[in-house]
């Protein structure tokens, strides 16, 4: 349930509806605009709460129920697109964000010369997994706490944002002191514990779609990070599991335009997990821009064929740069920049 302030109501009122939300036991989250602010009720049963308790208040306008089963994603609770800003970049903004690196950390040699790669072009942020979620357990499972001090040191050498990887919620104390933006995986989406551990950090969330998960889905888990940690949260898809497997995924394109109808968040693509293949890695990065995303995130590596890990679907530093400078054209067609 959302109750809307009328414009321009005090705090004074606006704690008094607070006050009263929280009497009837209910979770109260509030959203304080320029101009207006709404005030999200939360719980499992305020399907049964009469909505005039809330309407008589003074200063409210009105109360509306949010019919979806995702509450605080979704453009009830805030109409206005949500912009994540990190050290100056701005993620759901006009610009369509670059963000690119290797599958995982392997070396400082390769974390930085993939660093200076994304810088040389444009890129506003590096990627790198140090703790991989990885299908075998017998694959590499990343470098760990090394591999975030080579992150960090990249971070300094080029002043790009940092995301990466936690796969467990003991790992996000660790994880959040070396970078700026945490990443949750596809295997991840519905770990609530996570999901909770993570947005009890505060840190900006980047928050994969599961392979197996409805758009509805993605955005309820959504909410688990929104709770007591502001809009800091972008959503990334990343391709979901259909009959054909003639690539790795299949990139939900389509995601794209229903995410900016259903929630305020920004939403960028990641084509390399969906195309699991260097080849298609491109198009789909074309295709993802022409349809909106705000950002992109893309695996590359100095040297592919020698990856520890997806190696199958990383981008040679050359055939990165030729694609950046495709999107830079695609994303001016639609009056966006890189
Ligand atoms: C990754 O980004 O390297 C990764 C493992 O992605 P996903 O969770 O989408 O499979
Ligand atoms: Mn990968």
Same mark, same amino acid.
């Given at each position: 349930?959302?109750?809307?302030?009328?414009?321009?109501?005090?705090?004074?009122?606006?704690?008094?509806?607070?006050?009263?939300?929280?009497?009837?036991?209910?979770?109260?989250?509030?959203?304080?605009?320029? !101009?207006?602010?709404?005030?999200?009720?939360? @719980?499992?049963? $305020?399907?049964?709460?009469?909505?005039?308790?809330? +309407? $008589?208040?003074?200063?409210?306008? !009105?109360?509306?129920?949010?019919?979806?089963?995702?509450?605080?994603?979704?453009?009830?609770?805030?109409?206005?697109?949500?912009?994540?800003?990190?050290?100056?970049?701005?993620?759901?903004?006009?610009?369509?964000?670059?963000? =690119?690196?290797?599958?995982?950390?392997?070396?400082?040699?390769?974390?930085?010369?993939?660093?200076?790669?994304?810088?040389?072009?444009?890129?506003?942020?590096?990627?790198?997994?140090? /703790?991989?979620? &990885?299908?075998?357990?017998? =694959? /590499?499972?990343?470098?760990?706490?090394?591999?975030? !001090?080579?992150? =960090?040191?990249?971070?300094?050498?080029?002043?790009?944002?940092?995301?990466? +990887?936690?796969?467990?919620?003991?790992?996000?104390?660790?994880?959040?002191? /070396?970078?700026?933006?945490?990443?949750?995986?596809?295997?991840?989406?519905?770990?609530?514990?996570?999901?909770?551990?993570?947005?009890?950090?505060?840190?900006?969330?980047?928050?994969?779609?599961?392979?197996?998960?409805?758009?509805?889905?993605?955005?309820?888990?959504?909410?688990?990070?929104?709770?007591?940690? @502001?809009?800091?949260?972008?959503?990334? +898809?990343?391709?979901?599991?259909?009959?054909?497997?003639?690539?790795?995924?299949?990139?939900?394109?389509?995601?794209?335009?229903?995410?900016?109808?259903?929630? #305020?968040?920004?939403?960028?693509?990641?084509?390399? #997990?969906?195309? @699991?293949?260097?080849?298609?890695?491109?198009?789909?990065? &074309?295709?993802?821009?022409?349809?909106?995303?705000?950002?992109?995130?893309?695996?590359? #590596?100095?040297?592919?064929?020698?990856?520890?890990?997806?190696?199958?679907?990383?981008?040679?530093?050359?055939?990165?740069?030729?694609?950046?400078?495709?999107?830079?054209?695609? =994303?001016?067609?639609?009056? &966006? !920049?890189?």
């Amino acid at each position: 349930m959302i109750i809307e302030m009328e414009k321009g109501a005090s705090q004074k009122l606006i704690d008094g509806v607070v006050r009263k939300v929280r009497e009837l036991g209910f979770d109260v989250q509030p959203n304080i605009g320029e !101009k207006e602010t709404v005030i999200a009720v939360l @719980g499992s049963n $305020t399907g049964e709460v009469d909505t005039q308790i809330f +309407e $008589t208040l003074p200063g409210v306008k !009105k109360v509306i129920r949010i019919m979806s089963p995702y509450k605080l994603a979704s453009r009830d609770f805030s109409n206005k697109k949500t912009i994540v800003k990190i050290n100056g970049v701005e993620i759901g903004g006009s610009n369509v964000v670059i963000m =690119a690196g290797p599958c995982a950390v392997e070396s400082e040699e390769q974390i930085l010369a993939c660093a200076k790669e994304v810088k040389k072009l444009g890129g506003q942020i590096l990627r790198g997994g140090a /703790f991989k979620p &990885r299908t075998s357990p017998f =694959a /590499f499972q990343g470098l760990k706490l090394e591999g975030l !001090k080579f992150l =960090a040191k990249a971070r300094k050498e080029t002043g790009l944002i940092v995301v990466s +990887e936690v796969v467990s919620v003991n790992d996000v104390p660790l994880v959040s002191e /070396f970078v700026d933006i945490l990443q949750i995986g596809a295997r991840n989406m519905q770990n609530y514990s996570l999901l909770t551990a993570v947005a009890e950090s505060k840190k900006p969330v980047l928050l994969k779609r599961g392979f197996a998960a409805t758009i509805e889905e993605w955005l309820m888990a959504a909410d688990y990070l929104l709770r007591g940690n @502001g809009f800091n949260v972008i959503l990334c +898809e990343r391709g979901v599991r259909t009959f054909d497997n003639s690539t790795r995924f299949t990139l939900d394109v389509g995601a794209i335009p229903v995410v900016k109808r259903l929630s #305020h968040l920004p939403i960028i693509v990641d084509p390399s #997990h969906a195309a @699991g293949n260097f080849r298609y890695v491109p198009v789909l990065a &074309r295709a993802a821009t022409a349809a909106g995303a705000d950002g992109l995130i893309i695996e590359i #590596h100095p040297d592919p064929q020698n990856a520890l890990s997806d190696g199958a679907q990383s981008l040679t530093f050359s055939d990165f740069a030729r694609l950046i400078g495709e999107i830079r054209i695609i =994303a001016e067609a639609i009056g &966006r !920049k890189i």
